[in-house]
């Protein structure tokens, strides 16, 4: 997944630091009205074997991960990480 991403980012991802990751078809905001009928969210989940899996629940795979790293940061700074702004 990691290649993918990388590949992603520097092949569609604009340059300026500021740049959305993900952008809908023609660059704006992805929105959860539009995401899922975008990324054929249902479809893909099922194949992938987890029908029932939300996009919310990415954010906290993401976190676990994170907090696993070699040199993590304290908890707090996870928690930093994890909160909205």
Same mark, same amino acid.
């Given at each position: @997944? +990691?290649?993918?991403? /990388?590949?992603?980012?520097?092949? +569609?991802?604009?340059?300026?630091? %500021? #740049? @959305? +990751?993900?952008?809908?078809? !023609? $660059?704006?905001?992805? !929105?959860?009205?539009?995401? !899922? !009928? #975008?990324?054929?969210? &249902?479809?893909?989940?099922? %194949?992938? $074997?987890?029908?029932?899996? =939300?996009? =919310?629940?990415? /954010?906290?795979?993401?976190? &676990?991960?994170?907090? /696993?790293?070699?040199?993590? /940061?304290?908890n707090h700074g996870l928690q930093d990480q994890q909160s909205r702004p």
């Amino acid at each position: @997944m +990691i290649p993918a991403l /990388r590949r992603h980012l520097d092949e +569609i991802t604009d340059s300026d630091p %500021k #740049a @959305m +990751i993900f952008t809908g078809k !023609r $660059g704006g905001v992805l !929105r959860r009205a539009n995401f !899922r !009928r #975008a990324t054929k969210w &249902t479809e893909t989940a099922t %194949k992938l $074997g987890v029908p029932s899996l =939300h996009f =919310h629940d990415l /954010r906290h795979t993401g976190n &676990t991960f994170a907090g /696993r790293q070699p040199g993590d /940061r304290p908890n707090h700074g996870l928690q930093d990480q994890q909160s909205r702004p």
